[in-house]
């Protein structure tokens, strides 16, 4: 694991960027530990994260260059399999999103996207509804709120495939 020092910026997995403010040895119940004062920008919340967790939790430095460039091929030329099965699907998706890669995160968003643009898929459970058909009506509204806030940054995702 990346040892981090003050002034690094970090990827918070579900929450988002970070920057290391300060790191501090602390003694709970006669253990000493050492931990991250790490500032959440989105929210500007402070999290104590000890750095033995970090790994686990899935904090890591931002990606590079080269992998934002993976990532865009992926986008327009990898392949996805979509579960149909929603819950299943959301199950997924949430471990992927969890898991903190951004090829993960890509896939993710690659499958939403496709789900929002085929036709309505027949509704496999019955949950008291008529029968009918379902379908994701919005993809931004699955992706994290940090991601949210920047599509107008990234442009329409249709151009990306």
């Not at 040892?3 to 920057?19: A, E, M, R, T, W």
């Not at 000493?32 to 500007?44: E, G, Q, V």
Request: proline fraction near 4%; glycine fraction near 8%; hydrophobic fraction near 35%.
């Amino acid at each position: 694991m990346d040892s981090f020092k003050v002034g690094d910026k970090v990827i918070y997995p579900n929450q988002g960027l970070g920057i290391i403010e300060d790191i501090q040895e602390e003694s709970y119940y006669g253990e000493k530990f050492r931990i991250y004062h790490l500032r959440i920008l989105s929210n500007d919340t402070l999290v104590l994260v000890p750095s033995s967790n970090a790994e686990e939790i899935g904090i890591r430095k931002p990606v590079s260059a080269g992998l934002i460039r993976k990532i865009f091929e992926f986008m327009r030329n990898g392949d996805v399999d979509i579960t149909m099965n929603w819950k299943g699907r959301y199950k997924e998706h949430l471990n992927l999103l969890k898991s903190g890669l951004m090829l993960d995160m890509a896939l993710v968003l690659k499958s939403l996207y496709y789900l929002n643009q085929t036709p309505l898929f027949p509704r496999e459970e019955n949950d008291g509804e008529s029968k009918g058909t379902c379908r994701i009506r919005n993809i931004r509204s699955f992706i994290h709120p940090f991601l949210r806030d920047r599509t107008k940054t990234y442009g329409n995702l249709s151009s990306l495939f």
